[in-house]
């Protein structure tokens, strides 16, 4: 209990917006940083903007909030097209194809059902919008995590509204699909959806987790479970967070990669066991969180810290030689989503 009432000082000073502001302009948040200088040659992205108003829906009410939500709104809003699909990178000012994806395209679509949840009566009805508006073009996902993310966001509806029909139809749709694959996979010693373990592992058990809690599906809460125990037994088993590193990623049968590992995966994991705990109440959850989140303070394989205090930045990534020193949106959002779950715990 010590630690915990230690990290609770530390994180509830620690809400530091600086670098989110720095990395934000009228458009969006940039994609990518040098050191902790904002790049505007790298664009903007859907992904980034989508967690960027998963972000801001968290912050205190007052002008900073509302018009960080208009900013990231409105990126979402504009990346949308009227066929149906999402364009993910936006540079120059022109929306271009190379990193269209189904995953970015779940990411936003969790963030307008968050959006569609807010207090505030106009981020509210803007969420409620593109909610109507975008779920025709999530019906057709066949990526895991794409799946996963879009789950999500119909389980927060469903749980919190008087979700339409449709909203539970396609819940219940992808809520199949991932326990059919996961049974399709799971073999003792590997109790996981795939043959191998790549990146944002956590949210497959955190969607199904999210889809019980809406729906009382025991089948989703059971696997949810199983799945998040191999995560469990495998990447905390050194006594802290040691996340699949993106070099080589983790095959079964194969070894798993130690680097590089980035503060989104970080984040993953913590959501994860987070949605366990209030699915369960069982404390071991919890503290899975708290472990989960010190990755980001230096309780990880380099025992070194990601954030910097100077900038208000996250280091990109944990590498062989120590760390890589640029500190890019992805990065950023991690950590803040990461302390603003672990401050709510902590007040709760």
């Known amino acids: ?24 302009d009228h458009i969006g948040m940039l994609q990518f940083s040098i050191g902790p200088l904002p790049d505007p040659r790298s664009g903007y992205t859907l992904d980034d903007n989508a967690r960027a108003l998963l972000v801001s829906l968290r912050m205190e009410e007052g002008p900073e909030r509302d018009n960080l939500c208009r900013i990231y709104m409105g990126f979402l809003e504009q990346a949308w097209q009227p066929d149906g699909s999402w364009h993910n990178l936006l540079l120059d000012g022109c929306f ?14 969790l963030a307008c059902c968050l959006a569609a949840l807010d207090q505030s009566d106009r981020v509210r009805n803007w969420g409620r919008f593109m909610v109507r508006r975008t779920l025709p073009g999530m019906q057709d996902m066949r990526c895991l995590r794409s799946m996963a993310y879009v789950l999500l966001g119909l389980s927060r509806l ?17 809520g199949e699909a991932l326990l059919s694959t ?88 913590a959501l994860a066991f987070a949605e366990a705990y209030l699915a369960t109440g069982q404390s071991a959850y919890r503290q899975r ?9 230096g309780h990880n394989i380099n025992a070194l810290p990601l954030y910097d205090p100077g900038s208000g930045g996250c280091y990109d990534a944990l590498i062989p030689s120590g760390l890589n020193r640029n500190q890019g949106a992805e990065s950023l959002l991690s950590l803040l989503m990461c302390t603003r779950l672990i401050n709510w715990l902590n007040l709760n």
């Open 1 to 24: 209990m010590a630690h915990q009432e230690a990290d609770r000082t530390i994180l509830l000073e620690h809400m530091d917006y600086r670098h989110l502001k720095n990395m934000t």
């Open 96 to 109: 271009l194809p190379t990193l269209d994806s189904q995953d970015s395209r779940g990411r936003a679509f």
């Open 158 to 174: 469903i749980q919190r509204t008087e979700a339409e029909r449709f909203y539970r139809e396609l819940a219940l749709k992808y």
């Open 182 to 269: 996961y049974c399709q996979n799971s073999v003792p010693g590997w109790r996981w959806f795939e043959d191998r373990l790549t990146y944002c592992n956590g949210i497959m058990p955190q969607s199904l987790l999210a889809f019980y809690r809406a729906t009382g599906d025991h089948r989703a809460l059971e696997v949810g479970e199983e799945s998040l125990g191999f995560l469990s037994d495998n990447l905390f088993k050194r006594g802290y967070l040691n996340i699949v590193g993106n070099q080589a990623w983790w095959s079964r049968g194969g070894i798993c990669s130690d680097y590089d590992q980035q503060p989104v995966d970080a984040c993953s994991t």
């Open 289 to 297: 969180v708290y472990t989960a989140f010190r990755w980001y303070r």
